[in-house]
């Protein structure tokens, strides 16, 4: 099993920035790319921005150029750097592992707002 925690929602105005982090823990070897997803309410899930193992990146296209994905192997955790909020940016923000042979496991989610 992989465990994740997240952490950096909050409150921010339009324009502004913030820094999800998310470290995950347990069967680390098994992790082959981490990555974000959002949900706004009333809407599905959709993929925000994943890195391999290998730093391979895969963004949204509602978001490149304004959001930036790493990772720090050393530490065990991604990053998602989010510049020039909008407020359709608002959602929960999960944090994905996807593993060899389990597939994703998720975090608990933590919520960004962005005020107009």
């Known amino acids: 099993q992989v465990h994740m925690v997240e952490s950096g929602g909050g409150l921010v105005q339009a324009g502004g920035s913030l820094r999800l982090s998310c470290t995950a823990s347990g069967n680390i070897a098994s992790i082959t790319a981490m990555g974000w997803y959002r949900q706004a309410p009333g809407k599905q899930r959709e993929l925000v921005a994943v890195?391999?193992?290998?730093?391979?990146?895969n963004y949204a296209d509602s978001v490149k150029g304004r959001f930036t994905i790493s990772r720090d192997f050393a530490k065990n955790t991604v990053y998602l750097q989010m510049n020039g909020l909008k407020p359709e940016d608002a959602a929960f923000y999960y944090c994905?592992?996807?593993?060899?042979?389990?597939?994703?496991?998720w975090g608990q989610g933590t919520r960004v707002t962005v005020s107009s």
């Open positions: 890195m391999t193992n290998g730093g391979i990146t």
């Open positions: 994905i592992s996807d593993t060899k042979w389990v597939g994703i496991y």
